[in-house]
């Protein structure tokens, strides 16, 4: 694991530093802290586009950069340390690659220009209420109707789908195949008859997710990706493609900075912790315990580097930072005693509420992405090679 840029990396990182210290404020909203809308993305998109940043593992004659794994970990860390976002999507970082391999050259025509420019925002329809962790045992059906394909089920968790276009969805065309097998991946308009969305509330009062409804939707069967029941195949598709969540862990960092400063300069009556020595110590194990998950991070991308495919270190990253963001958050809800339970942005001396709703927030870490329990047992037994229960 090189902990270090070689010459060519170092180039590299001056190349994106300049180009943030240019562009960076059209990625950014005047107040700082809210997102961008997708109206106020396009000039910073415009800029990414032009250097094929927006889908920096995508080959040149795509509009991609063709990036080294070692340029997306750079590219993309450089810019959470900056606060900003490639703003390239799902669509960009999932469907675009699996369409570059198993698409047709049409739909690669068709498809893949709306995804650099943000015109089309594209949804994952992946889980459902009885296949979360067991994806492949998903129900919702595609019933093959001449050239056509006739959708039915559910999918939830899906983010974003109330803002998307379109989504990509496993659907199952062959309900007598083996689970993994008879499976299709297709593609369908979100606001054609039949299709429902339905935006779930988390309890930290946010609608990231979605509960989507499928009443006998009709799909073209040239709206699907590679072949009839191999779809299962194109999802899993493992791509060259940088995705060691260097942002989440560059955001772990940029938390306890932020709470480091505010335990210094505030009042003593609205840090009742930095008097403890009980916090100061949780304090700096979360600082060690972020460097850590860095490491994890630059592993699982060396790994990549080296034409390998992370295993059981994804697993281990990601477990490993699933379960330090609800540390984090613990810690510094603590920091502000009592404060800490005012949540609704009326008080200043309450943070206006970021830590008790990142406290809140960071429940599903560990359920999000595959859960924890799943990790353990793909360390347990890819990693340290024990015997399955």
């Known amino acids: 694991m090189d902990l270090l840029d070689n010459a060519t990396e170092a180039e590299f990182r001056g190349v994106v530093q300049a180009f943030v210290a240019e562009h960076g404020h059209k990625g950014r909203s005047d107040d700082g802290d809210e997102p961008l809308n997708r109206d106020e993305q396009q000039d910073w998109r415009a800029a990414l586009v032009e250097r094929g940043w927006v889908a920096p593992a995508w080959p040149p004659e795509y509009g991609g950069a063709g990036l080294s794994i070692k340029q997306q970990f750079i590219l993309n860390q450089e810019l959470a340390e900056n606060g900003l976002s490639n703003v390239g999507g799902l669509g960009a970082s999932y469907f675009g690659p699996a ?4 698409g047709s050259e049409e739909q690669k025509q068709e498809l893949l220009p709306g995804i650099l420019s ?90 990231p997710f979605n509960e989507v409804f499928f009443e006998d939707v009709r799909v073209p069967v040239s709206d699907r990706i590679g072949e009839e029941n191999r779809g299962w195949y194109v999802g899993m598709t493992l ?58 991070a630059l592993l699982n991308v060396s790994i990549q580097d080296a034409k390998m495919v992370p295993n059981y270190e994804a697993s281990m990253a990601k477990l490993f930072l699933s379960e330090l963001n609800q540390r984090v958050s613990l810690t510094n809800h603590r920091l502000l005693g009592l404060y800490g339970l005012i949540w609704d942005g009326s008080r200043e001396d309450a943070l206006n509420g970021t830590y008790a709703r990142a406290h809140l927030g960071s429940v599903s870490s560990t359920v999000a992405g595959g859960t924890s329990e799943i990790q353990r047992n793909i360390i347990a037994t890819r990693g340290l090679g024990l015997p399955r229960g």
Not at 245 to 250: H, L, R, T
Not at 269 to 289: K, P
């Open 99 to 102: 369409l570059l391999v198993h």
């Open 118 to 207: 943000g015109e089309v925002m594209w949804a994952q329809g992946w889980s459902e209420p009885g296949s979360g962790s067991d994806l492949a045992s998903l129900q919702t059906r595609a019933t093959r109707d001449g050239d056509e394909y006739v959708i039915n089920g559910q999918k939830i968790w899906t983010s974003g789908a109330q803002y998307a276009d379109r989504m990509y969805l496993l659907t199952r065309t062959d309900p007598d195949a083996p689970k993994h097998r008879g499976i299709s991946l297709l593609m369908l308009g979100m606001r054609q008859p039949g299709v429902s969305v339905r935006p779930l509330t988390t309890m930290d009062n946010r609608q």
């Open 239 to 296: 791509t060259d493609f940088e995705r060691s969540d260097i942002g989440s862990n560059v955001a772990v960092r940029h938390t306890l900075a932020s709470a480091l400063e505010h335990a210094k300069s505030a009042p003593v009556e609205q840090v009742r912790g930095r008097e403890s020595d009980a916090w100061r110590s949780a304090f700096t194990e979360r600082w060690i315990e972020g460097q850590v998950s860095f490491l994890f």
